[in-house]
């Protein structure tokens, strides 16, 4: 049984700076991007006051349950945020799922989550700063004694790193089992139908199993997982409020 699980390849290079590389996960991310794009201008084109379309009626109920998730958590004065974390809820769940369509999904490259967890690591600097002044912001790392600092820093850069980590391994792992589980049916599939003529060529036992395990790595993580990072991104800012 040979099993080849490689990370994201290199599709084409860009000519300029000795060549730049541009990988699935780039490539993928803009498909995704764009799909998204076209469902928002589907859901979101030709609004009305009286008699909404039922395409309305649809964008308004998920922009209502993504501001409610957002004032739920972060409070009432937050609801600005809600733009930003339903973009990252729903970039995330879809980048997860798309591996159902035969896509490499971006979530399964450390790149994409940890580029996220930067983002979310700046925004909650800047609301700490926002919120107390520079000197504020640098006496928060010696609470509540001085000798913490250490500590609270590590804490502090720890954050983005975890939540990068936790996203990116629970996809990749999920990426990576599949492969293996496929794998070993088709070679369990060739040990006991081999005999066979034409019919021992076709690996039957790969039906079934692999779509339970689908079920689980990528609808159920992927949107899970999505929505623990989402939640930790505004309890994380919020947090930063106090």
Not at 100 to 116: F, I
């Amino acid at each position: 049984m040979n099993v080849d699980v490689k990370g994201p390849e290199i599709l084409f290079e860009i000519p300029v700076l000795g060549g730049i590389g541009v990988s699935e996960t780039i490539v993928n991310s803009w498909i995704i991007m764009a799909v998204i794009a076209l469902v928002c201008f589907f859901l979101g084109r030709n609004l009305k006051v009286k008699n909404p379309s039922k395409r309305q009626l649809v964008a308004e109920k998920a922009v209502t349950m993504i501001t409610n998730l957002v004032t739920d958590v972060m409070g009432e004065k937050n609801a600005g945020w809600a733009p930003y974390i339903g973009t990252l809820l729903i970039f995330s769940a879809v980048s997860s799922l798309s591996s159902l369509t035969g896509l490499r999904p971006p979530t399964a490259d450390l790149a994409t989550t940890l580029g996220w967890a930067l983002v979310t690591f700046v925004m909650v600097q800047v609301t700490n700063i926002r919120c107390h002044g520079v000197s504020g912001w640098l006496k928060g790392f010696t609470q509540p004694i001085f000798v913490m600092t250490p500590l609270n820093i590590i804490s502090e850069v720890a954050n983005p790193i975890s939540m990068a980590f936790r996203h990116f391994g629970n996809i990749a792992s999920g990426l990576v089992i599949t492969s293996l589980v496929y794998a070993a049916l088709a070679a369990l599939s060739s040990l006991v139908l081999g005999w066979i003529p034409v019919i021992g060529q076709i690996p039957f036992l790969q039906v079934g199993l692999p779509a339970l395990l689908s079920i689980y790595f990528d609808l159920f993580t992927s949107v899970l997982q999505a929505y623990i990072f989402s939640m930790l991104t505004m309890v994380f800012v919020s947090g930063a409020q106090d």
